[in-house]
């Protein structure tokens, strides 16, 4: 055995995966119980014990406030986001915002941020590899959804620095999971990786060939996932009870918690059978004693219920492709990764778009984690390995006078990549500029994200127009942001690497229209 193994890490909203490459076959290390994934939860119990994966999960319902899951979808998000106050409603944990609008969870007496919850699930694969091995792991490749912003990324990376981890590299789950589909292959062939888990949906056409996986697009979403489908069931569902028992158990978080389970039950069922019975005894207690609930569903009516989720992965699916200017025709195969593509709904609408069906026998559980190893061990050994070529899923570029978006990096812009762009001052002795760097693709900068800003100060008085502000863009190989201002005649540089979604808010993005105009920048034509 190598003396310093590096493993592949797929940190799943739902459950995580931790894969090994050694010779040439990657393989998915097991945990104590012998199970292939390990649920992400983390829970504190009730004498204080901290839990985590199996023994998490298994006591969620009799403790869903200290019960911990679904932290992908909060890592790197503000409190104040649409997707954290949407997330709320459906969460029997406790939300809170930290002094800059960070999203803060509590348990009992204690306040955690997500990414201390994710670097406990990391930790605990990080043991499980290490167990199995007999030997410290300390290196690892992490994945995150495609579609994830420079924050989420930032926030995984922080999440492995707490746990230990020395990350070789963040890599995109489609693109782990064209790597790993690609070994033994040796012709060139088109394919989508359709990925569908627990919080996040995204599509990606990706090349794959003899030693090279290229990437032609991505897209998705970030918070459109299995969750979404099991929260409409849980709609359903308190809807009957309401129908039966004439009351209303939504505010009700234990009620909520088995909910539910029973809902993600009846659905993971629904997959293999057509009905599914739904059984809750003492679910409430009435005026005239305990309320059950007992209901047959049919697949045909989480179908009813669900086509909509459905839909729209297929509505990001032609956007994918169109960005990548190719037909559906033109893609050879469907790769399905995420337990939420198990659904058979997700096949027929897959095959009615593309053509063709989805490839069978890749695990979609496994295959993220399996590429993430293959990536692991090339990093680690330094020795030949395939070429990953990843790209910039959403603009990025800085506010401009007026409050426009200059775009400085187109999205699709193969990673690493910088580039410079020369700036001026639209006021007359201007003599301090603000940076705001912003990922997305709309030309007004309020509606794209902020991803951090600084003040530039010290230029030289000057009339508007003079002044020659140098400002440089640069995304390393974890798709991670780096943005450098300079001011040509003084000589005076600041730069920024974002570090966390952290002390900026919302508010900050509404103002920066106006704070454009004052410590604006306009740009250097010629
Ligand atoms: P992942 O994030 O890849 O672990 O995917 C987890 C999501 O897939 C959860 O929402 C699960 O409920 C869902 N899931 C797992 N297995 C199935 C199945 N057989 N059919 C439908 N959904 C499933």
């Given at each position: 055995?190598?003396?310093?193994?590096?493993?592949?890490?797929?940190?799943?909203?739902?459950?995580?995966?931790?894969?090994?490459?050694?010779?040439?076959?990657?393989?998915?290390?097991?945990?104590?119980?012998?199970?292939?994934?390990?649920?992400?939860?983390?829970?504190?119990?009730?004498?204080?014990?901290?839990?985590?994966?199996?023994?998490?999960?298994?006591?969620?319902?009799?403790?869903?406030?200290?019960?911990?899951?679904?932290?992908?979808?909060?890592?790197?998000?503000?409190?104040?986001?649409?997707?954290?106050?949407?997330?709320?409603?459906?969460?029997?944990?406790?939300?809170?915002?930290?002094?800059?609008d960070e999203t803060r969870i509590q348990i009992g007496n204690e306040i955690y941020s997500p990414e201390e919850i994710s670097a406990f699930i990391l930790k605990e694969m990080r043991k499980i590899a290490s167990e199995f091995l007999g030997a410290e792991v300390r290196e690892a490749v992490v994945t995150v959804p495609a579609f994830f912003t420079d924050a989420q990324r930032q926030g995984t990376r922080n999440a492995g620095r707490i746990a230990g981890l020395d990350i070789l590299r963040i890599i995109n789950e489609p693109t782990a999971a064209a790597l790993a589909y690609s070994m033994g292959r040796r012709q060139e062939e088109t394919i989508a990786v359709y990925d569908w888990g627990g919080g996040t949906f995204d599509i990606s056409t990706l090349v794959i060939g003899p030693g090279v996986v290229e990437v032609l697009s991505t897209y998705g979403d970030s918070h459109l996932g299995g969750e979404d489908i099991d929260n409409t069931l849980v709609q359903f569902l308190l809807g009957e009870f309401q129908d039966i028992h004439q009351a209303d158990i939504s505010g009700d978080p234990l009620a909520r918690q088995?909910?539910?389970?029973?809902?993600?039950?009846?659905?993971?069922?629904?997959?293999?059978?057509?009905?599914?019975?739904?059984?809750?005894?003492?679910?409430?207690?009435?005026?005239?004693?305990?309320?059950?609930?007992?209901?047959n569903l049919h697949r045909n009516d989480l179908e009813e219920m669900s086509v909509h989720l459905v839909r729209r992965t297929i509505d990001i699916c032609a956007e994918s492709l169109a960005l990548a200017s190719l037909k559906a025709e033109e893609i050879d195969h469907v790769i399905l990764v995420g337990g939420q593509s198990r659904m058979p709904m997700v096949r027929r609408e897959l095959e009615k778009f593309f053509g063709k069906p989805p490839v069978r026998g890749v695990n979609p559980d496994e295959v993220v984690a399996l590429g993430a190893a293959i990536q692991a061990q090339v990093l680690q050994t330094g020795g030949e390995g395939i070429l990953l070529l990843d790209l910039v899923p959403r603009s990025l570029g800085i506010a401009t006078y007026g409050g426009h978006f200059s775009s400085l990096i187109k999205r699709g812009t193969r990673i690493p990549t910088s580039t410079d762009h020369t700036f001026t001052t639209p006021n007359d002795n201007q003599t301090a500029v603000e940076i705001n760097l912003l990922q997305g693709e709309s030309a007004k900068a309020a509606e794209n994200e902020l991803l951090g800003k600084f003040i530039l100060s010290g230029i030289e008085p000057a009339p508007r127009g003079v002044p020659r502000v140098e400002v440089k863009v640069a995304v390393d190989a974890d798709g991670i942001v780096r943005v450098e201002a300079r001011d040509q005649a003084s000589g005076r540089s600041r730069s920024l690497t974002v570090t966390s979604a952290h002390g900026l808010t919302e508010e900050d993005i509404a103002r920066m229209a106006k704070t454009s105009d004052r410590l604006g920048l306009a740009d250097k034509k010629g």
């Open positions: 055995m190598k003396e310093k193994p590096a493993i592949g890490i797929d940190l799943g909203t739902t459950n995580s995966c931790v894969a090994l490459a050694q010779g040439n076959r990657p393989e998915v290390i097991p945990n104590r119980s012998g199970s292939r994934i390990t649920p992400s939860f983390f829970a504190v119990g009730a004498s204080g014990e901290v839990l985590i994966g199996h023994p998490a999960k298994r006591q969620g319902i009799t403790n869903p406030r200290n019960t911990i899951h679904g932290v992908k979808r909060l890592v790197g998000r503000k409190f104040s986001s649409p997707e954290v106050q949407d997330e709320i409603k459906n969460l029997p944990y406790q939300l809170l915002a930290g002094p800059n088995r909910l539910k389970e029973a809902a993600e039950k009846a659905k993971v069922e629904l997959s293999e059978r057509m009905e599914s019975k739904i059984l809750l005894p003492f679910l409430a207690t009435g005026a005239k004693g305990p309320q059950h609930l007992e209901i």
